[in-house]
């Protein structure tokens, strides 16, 4: 079992920024790719980001790239993403979850633990 806990939500104004974290437990997590996703309301939940889990691969969505960045730390068991340059169309859930392989995957049946979001609103 792996636990996901998000943090780092909020309200920023458009242009702003904001730094989310996912901190992992349960499972050796230099062993996973791990993935940021999010879900508007009445929207699908969408792919955001990826990282492998040695953090050499990285995928973007081609709505956030160039504005946003996956990182990770092993050491420290989290991931995060560094969200800049935001916009109000970014306003969602965001939830971090965690492959059940090294490489990156953007389809969300690539991940099989997933945490419980933390909410992300861009004021116009």
């Known amino acids: 079992q792996v636990q996901l806990v998000e943090s780092g939500g909020g309200l920023v104004q458009a242009g702003g920024s904001l730094r989310l974290s996912c901190a992992a437990s349960?499972?050796?997590?230099?062993?996973?790719?791990m993935g940021w996703f999010r879900q508007a309301p009445g929207k699908e939940r969408e792919f955001v980001a990826a990282?492998?889990?040695?953090?050499?691969?990285?995928y973007y969505a081609d709505s956030v790239k160039g504005r946003f960045t996956i990182s990770r730390d092993n050491a420290k068991n989290t991931v995060y993403l560094q969200m800049n340059s935001l916009k109000p169309e970014d306003t969602a859930v965001y939830c971090c979850?965690?492959?059940?392989?090294?490489?990156?995957?953007?389809?969300?049946?690539?991940?099989?633990?997933w945490g419980q979001g933390t909410q992300v609103t861009v004021s116009s």
């Open positions: 990282i492998s889990a040695s953090g050499a691969i990285t």
């Open positions: 979850a965690a492959g059940s392989r090294a490489s990156p995957t953007r389809g969300k049946d690539g991940y099989v633990y």
């Open positions: 349960g499972r050796t997590f230099s062993s996973y790719a």
